[in-house]
């Protein structure tokens, strides 16, 4: 059976579309932007997504006082939609008003701004709907900083701001290998977050996860708490414009950029790399996500279409891969092998979640024996690494690494792994250990 004419709706698709060009983020100037716009979006990265940001690009600066300024005088015609930024102060329409208040930001003065944060898109939160306008005083006082949920522990290691963090919740606190958390108070668990606690403590902007931490800015609100409240997603694409975002909002400008710059110049490897097959000829590949006790008949099957409805796939999903077409996200248990063997594709990936994760090299000796007899396992084309892959900003040191197993002999294997070890070391707080290989990814190797 040919396995690139097959349509499974339990496929993982992407066809990369990558933004060309490096830009210069963040920065009020060296702009490699003109200011000589002539369409209604001037930029396509839009990863700055404060409002304001008028040319769409990743910067707030005086383009964008000009870019309004052209909406104005009509020299360019206003997209809505595709252009939201340009209204700064949210009010339906481009004026005078929105140029003095993008001056403010530039200048650094005390005003209410607004900003996008991303929030889950599953099952009972669409993603269309995941996307929440809210209001924080600027510039943001970050001098003492509460997170709840380990990948926002990570965010501020990015961000060179963990020292400023003083308080965590029960998940943040259980990371100490990935950033020194163990002793510091804690704040609650990240889904009831102690809100009292936090106000009494003085904390200047608690960083939450997704909508569990609703409640304590509600809270917080009710007793006029001068704690800020931001929530994070932390999960896939939106990454970069987290990153960026909270990169402008919390002053760490510098460190925002020079991630976002290693994961533009990944996938600028990765491109290069596959840039002669055609996206017919991608490979194939489901990801499953195990639980601790996965067998091959309790086996949790995380499959999504190109409309990126699920986060927990995203940066998977950057990579190259045939495209089966839009689909819908699925989560089966007690899926029988039967169904890889009838429905072949040229690889299997397995995230290892718990304590898996911290033992990958052994489980993968292990858990593909559970789908002898699939077109992947016959030809080796098992694929296992841990569950950080998915759904953290570590995921994009692993991109490289992955795509080099998904196509041998199209990226040097060496500079991949390299390229793992400089993201660790650059963006982890420890650094890259041989000794942790909780963020390796492997190949299983059949026994002879």
Not at 64 to 93: F, H, P
Not at 251 to 273: C, E, G, L, S
Not at 385 to 400: D, E, K, P, Q
């Amino acid at each position: 059976m040919d396995n690139k004419a097959i349509i499974a709706i339990f496929a993982v698709v992407c066809i990369i579309i990558v933004a060309a060009a490096a830009f210069m983020l963040l920065n009020n100037s060296g702009s490699s932007d003109s200011g000589d716009h002539k369409g209604d979006v001037a930029s396509p990265t839009g990863r700055l997504v404060v409002y304001g940001n008028a040319n769409n690009d990743d910067y707030i600066d005086k383009n964008d006082v000009d870019y309004i300024n052209s909406i104005i005088s009509g020299k360019v015609t206003w997209n809505q939609k595709n252009n939201k930024y340009a209204d700064a102060n949210l009010d339906g329409k481009i004026d005078d008003s929105d140029v003095k208040l993008v001056q403010k930001i530039i200048n650094r003065e005390s005003v209410d701004i607004s900003y996008d944060e991303f929030h889950f898109a599953r099952a009972d939160h669409p993603r269309d709907n995941a996307v929440v306008t809210n209001t924080i005083k600027y510039p943001v006082k970050c001098d003492t900083i509460a997170v709840g949920y380990y990948e926002v522990g990570y965010l501020m290691t990015i961000l060179g701001l963990w020292d400023k963090v003083k308080y965590v919740d029960e998940n943040t606190s259980g990371h100490y290998m990935d950033y020194p958390s163990k002793d510091l108070p804690i704040i609650g668990n990240f889904k009831t977050i102690d809100a009292d606690a936090i106000h009494n403590s003085g904390v200047d902007v608690f960083i939450g996860y997704g909508t569990y931490q609703k409640q304590a800015r509600e809270d917080l609100r009710a007793m006029h708490s001068p704690t800020q409240v931001i929530e994070i997603q932390g999960q896939g694409i939106d990454c970069l414009s987290e990153v960026v975002t909270m990169g402008f909002l919390l002053d760490a400008n510098k460190n925002a950029r020079k991630w976002i710059d290693f994961y533009d110049k990944t996938m600028d490897k990765i491109n290069d790399a596959v840039k002669d097959i055609l996206p017919q000829n991608y490979n194939s590949y489901y990801v499953l996500k195990g639980a601790n006790d996965a067998n091959a008949t309790n086996l949790t099957i995380h499959a999504q279409g190109s409309d990126r409805s699920y986060p927990d796939l995203q940066w998977i999903l950057e990579l190259p891969a045939q495209n089966f077409g839009k689909g819908d996200t699925y989560q089966i248990s007690n899926l029988d092998v039967d169904y890889f063997v009838n429905h072949p594709s040229d690889y299997l990936i397995w995230s290892f979640t718990g304590n898996q994760a911290r033992d990958c090299p052994a489980a993968i000796q292990t858990f593909p024996e559970f789908l002898k007899g699939t077109q992947a396992y016959e030809n080796g084309n098992i694929i296992g690494f841990a569950y950080t892959m998915f759904n953290s900003y570590y995921g994009v040191g692993m991109l490289l690494y992955l795509a080099g197993m998904l196509y041998p002999g199209q990226i040097d294997m060496d500079d991949a792994y390299q390229t793992l070890v400089d993201y660790y070391n650059q963006f982890h707080y420890y650094g890259y250990s041989e000794d942790n290989k909780n963020f390796l990814v492997y190949k299983w190797e059949p026994k002879a």
